[in-house]
């Protein structure tokens, strides 16, 4: 019987595969029709103008790597005719700035932010320096805006002429951590968590287990909100020079001065010296005119775009010595499972694989900007790493907005760590997590039953896990956390008691963790790739940043697919303003749930520091 229905379910299957490969041909088809359309009905032929300003438009999310433009956005972009240039990497954003500085050409600097979605402070930190370079020249930096958000007005703050529209305002919450709990929900609906976990502070798990926070997990994430948000308050205040309390007042202060500019949103930011000047958008246009000229073809001031720029001013390549530089950025997953955005632990080891066998490559950066993940993956990417660590040629690390749990897993044997102060690191601690259903399923009057040959058989989402197999999980996930303390104790040169009082779960700052002895030294990455020449004994290099050729399979899948943030932001601005809060803890909690992928069920993983 059984043989029969496993016979049918297959029989399904290649029925629904044939279809999904035609609707796939068809889709392909119609996809190149398009871009015959799109490309050979446009002369993207640019010449740069005598005098113009650079127009820092950011649409999307800042970027640690380029992402693959995919079909419907493609098609999308024609179909409107949008201006609006593709999400662009931090590397991009720098080296615009750092040429036009010195270019005769460019005489202002423009920040269009309003499409850009909320990035991290390390992220809009090295952005940040990149326009405080810029402004070293002494041409002016504006930023136009009909309203900022948190995360945009944080880039604001850099330039010399805030404007904003009169309609407009400037939103300042503070940050904050808020997850769904589902404890009671579980035992509505009869479902049974089987929590597994080593860390006090190894937070991850409590939504499974409790309807609120715990006051440890309470006090953790407070400790790393505040020296976030106390960052954010210094630098602007600092670069507005304005007191902290315009930039969080208490709700009496604020209140107070709400209702003396009788709720006017755009007046109260001027009040408080969030603003330079109130201006409507073709006043934004003029002012910016008058210091670079108008241009009366497209009726706006003299322009033109950071992709533009770029193809226009990029330099051969540099005959200096190479620091091989390999960015890791998202979600540590094996390869048979890995998404877009994430942590492919099979290919990150042909990257470092293919740098140390490369011989014009005499030392490695690792940008690291990830949560963590699987276990096992971390495991191979580190022992790739160690691999590399024998051929001499000397390591280091730069953790981007967030390098914990198994991110700092894979950093922990590095010769020299770098770290932001506002990175978020640590979060040693390890867990499992399997949910099953045999209650739920006996409450619809349908229960497994059968026999086997020992009593590790038949465990799973419709029995549940009996005590034995319990036990044995549990067991492997202290081995973890001790393979985990060993690793950083020896990598670090620490003992393990001195790590077992950084570990169990902490998150900490890259400020705090460099006082803890995790991390040497504070600084992005332009830090870490010099400090990996110096280790190596170099003057003048150049960076390599090391890639594989993708198969014709994997580009098409790069390019249905996307970028998951690129696409998340997509899709968030789709909807109505009022739902956009509710969807994106939604869409988080969606993403945590995608990264358990681990095949023995065993995480190093950091939901909560994602997104800061």
């Known amino acids: 019987m059984w043989s029969v229905i496993k016979a049918l379910f297959r029989g399904i299957a290649k029925v629904l595969n044939a279809i ?53 956005q ?38 269009e932010l309003q499409n850009m979605s909320e990035s991290s402070l390390t992220k809009l930190d090295e952005v940040g320096n990149a326009i405080e370079q810029f402004k070293r020249s002494g041409k002016p930096v504006y930023a136009l805006g009909d309203y900022y958000s948190q995360g945009q007005y944080y880039l604001a703050a850099h330039a010399d002429h805030i404007l904003l529209n009169p309609a407009g305002g400037v939103t300042l919450q503070g940050l904050g951590v808020y997850r769904l709990h589902y404890k009671a929900a579980f035992e509505r609906f009869n479902i049974t968590p089987h929590v597994f ?33 106390q960052h954010y308050q210094d630098n602007v205040a600092t670069l507005r020079n304005i007191p902290t309390d315009h930039i969080s007042p208490s709700k009496e202060q604020l209140l107070s001065r709400f209702a003396a500019v009788n709720g006017h949103p755009a007046r109260y930011a001027l009040e408080q ?9 073709h006043q934004m246009q003029s002012t910016v005119a008058e210091q670079v000229g108008w241009n009366h073809q497209s009726n706006h001031y003299m322009s033109v775009n950071i992709p533009t720029y770029l193809s226009h001013v990029q330099t051969p390549p540099s005959d200096a010595p190479k620091v091989g530089l390999i960015i890791a950025s998202g979600a ?6 890995t998404t877009p955005n994430s942590i492919n632990d099979e290919h990150v080891s042909q990257l470092i694989e293919q740098a140390r066998r490369d011989d014009d490559i005499h030392s490695l950066v690792l940008r690291i900007d990830s949560p963590g993940g699987s276990a096992f993956a971390a495991e191979q990417i580190r ?11 000397p390591w280091v690390v730069s953790m981007g907005s967030t390098a914990a749990s198994g991110g700092y897993w894979i950093a922990a044997d590095a010769d020299k760590i770098y770290a932001a102060p506002t990175t978020l690191t640590g979060s040693i601690g390890v867990f499992g997590l399997f949910l099953t259903f045999e209650e739920a399923l006996q409450k619809l009057g349908l229960n497994t039953d059968g026999v086997g040959t020992t009593d590790f058989v038949g465990a799973g989402i419709t029995t549940g896990l009996p005590d034995h197999a319990k036990q044995m999980i549990q067991l492997s996930v202290e081995h973890v956390y001790q393979q985990f303390v060993t690793l950083v104790a020896q990598g670090r040169n620490m003992s393990p008691e001195q790590v077992e009082q950084v570990a169990q779960g902490h998150v900490w700052t ?6 803890l002895g995790l991390v040497d030294e504070l600084g992005h990455l332009d830090d870490a790739l010099a400090g990996a020449a110096e280790l190596a004994n170099l003057g003048e290099f150049s ?54 992928n681990d095949a023995q069920g065993r995480y190093v993983l950091c939901v909560p520091c994602q997104g800061f």
């Not at 890259?510 to 006082?515: H, L």
């Open 74 to 111: 493609l098609l999308e972009k024609w179909l409107s005719d949008s201006q609006t240039p593709a999400p662009m990497t931090m590397s991009q954003i720098k080296e615009a700035l750092d040429y036009a500085r010195n270019d005769p050409r460019i005489d202002a600097l423009v920040l």
């Open 273 to 281: 010296g969030l603003v330079d000047t109130l201006a409507n958008r």
């Open 20 to 72: 999904r490969l035609l609707i796939t041909a068809l889709f392909l088809l119609a996809i190149l029709a398009f871009s015959v359309l799109i490309f050979s009905g446009k002369d993207d032929t640019v010449t740069l103008p005598e005098k113009a300003a650079l127009t820092l438009t950011i649409a999307g999310p800042l970027l640690e790597q380029e992402a693959t433009a995919n079909p419907q």
């Open 543 to 596: 960076v390599k940043e090391i890639t594989l050729p993708r198969s014709a399979k994997e580009k098409l899948l790069a390019q249905f697919i996307g970028d998951s943030n690129v696409l998340s932001h997509g899709l968030m601005t789709a909807l109505p303003a009022v739902l956009r809060p509710a969807a994106k803890q939604v869409t988080q909690e969606a993403t945590a749930l995608s990264q358990f």
């Open 510 to 515: 890259g400020k705090m963790a460099e006082e």
């Open 332 to 337: 540590i997953m094996s390869a048979d499972t």
């Open 383 to 393: 022992s790739s790493l160690l691999r590399f660590k024998e051929s001499g040629k």
């Open 197 to 229: 976990r080593v860390g006090t502070y190894k937070s991850f798990v409590e939504p499974y287990l409790r309807n609120d926070m715990s006051n440890e997990s309470r006090q953790d994430t407070q400790l790393w909100l505040g020296q976030l948000w």
